[in-house]
Structures are given as structure tokens and as C-alpha cells.
């Protein structure tokens, strides 16, 4: 499935500093990544911060960053009924498209999965992204991929031995965080973190691209 380390770096729910700060760290990494946003927060205050907007959103496109689905209203998916799935993920990509945005990829708010989440899920998205480590390689469900947080204070440790793990192992490794400012949130990380791993994985001979830019490279590989 992998012939090379590819590190592909997520930030969920989309703070507003992931959206300006987070994205500055890597563009100045000549890289990309994947936002997945719940557009019924838009502007929102909360304790990363405030939420960006669905402007910066398309913004966000618009300099080569993939925005993806977290639902509209951040719904715990593993405790949702399959309508209440739909209509909530359905309303996020209406409100999306209103500003040319169309997500192809999805992100279970809290990690929280069920089988009935992924059946109804799967039909609507390319791949579907949880919170259990690990790294993504042959026979890898990716209706369920795994993925490390940069998050808390061991959080750019954790990442590192995992970058490290993908490289040895040509596998693909999802990062994701929340907010990246100076005082991050638990759920966070700070900029200085987020730009040391990029350059450990460039270091180290890993790629980094959006999760979808992988999964495209892999179905034209096959």
C-alpha cells in the first residue's frame, strides 16, 4: 500500500490559530494539511480559542490545504442514530459548499466510532479518520484510520517515535492537533512544536502531504 513515509498532518475542529498559525508552520515546510472543520462553530469562542470562520476555511483551500468534514454541530457519531448522522454531516457540507468547499474526507468528533457510524459514513466519504495510533499500511480499514495526537505535554515526544516508526516502516502516519499557539490548550499544541516535527520528518527522508493527496496517490498506484 505505502512504498515511502508520508506524514500527514490534521488539525480538528479547526481553531482559528490552526487555520493562520498552523498553516504558516507549514507552508514554510513547503507542505499541507488537512483541516476537519464543524461549520456550525464558525467564529465561536471556546477553550482553544476561537474558531475560524468558514471564510478563512475557503482561504484555506485556496493556498493547497484540504478542508474535510467533523460534522456540523461536532456530533458524537458512536452514540448517533444513523438520520441524525446524515442530516448533521449533510447540513456541514451545505454550509461548505456555499463558499466552493466540498470535503471528501471525515473526521469522527472525539474518535467516538460505531458500526452503524461507519456503514452510513463510508458511502459518504473517502476515508474516515479515528484516534487510536498507530500507522496506515497494507489492509489498514480506512473507514477507521488511526491516527496521533500532538496534544499535551508529551505530545511532541509521542509524535516524534511515531514519525520515526512511519519512516522505518515506509508506512503513512496521520498527526492531528487542535489549536497551535504559544499557550495551546491541553488539546493543542505551539507552533515551535509543530515546526521541530515537521523538520524531524524532513530530516528523516518522510513526505508530507493531505490525507486525501495520499489516498489519490495510492488508488493511481494500483
Sequence with gaps: MIDKPVISVS???APLTA???GAEVLQAHGARGT????????AQPSHMGDYASR??????????HE????????????????AEIVADVDRNGAALAEFGLETRHFAYPYGDVSPLAKRVLEQRFESLRALHPGVIGR???LNQLPAVGIEGARGEATAAAWID???????WLILYTHDVRANASDWGCTPEALDRLLGHARSVGATI??????????????
Design 139 to 141: 489492509g489498514t480499514d
Design 209 to 222: 502531504l493531505p490525507v486525501g493527496t495520499v489516498l489519490r496517490e495510492l488508488q493511481a498506484a494500483t
Design 165 to 171: 516508526q512511519a519512516v522505518a516502516r515506509n508506512a
Design 35 to 42: 483541516y476537519y472543520v464543524c461549520a456550525g462553530l464558525d
Design 19 to 21: 487555520a493562520t498559525t
Design 55 to 64: 471564510e478563512v476555511y475557503a482561504d484555506l483551500s485556496v493556498r493547497g
Design 11 to 13: 488539525f480538528d475542529d
Design 67 to 82: 478542508v474535510a468534514c467533523h460534522t456540523y454541530t461536532h456530533l458524537d457519531c458512536g452514540k448517533a442514530g444513523a
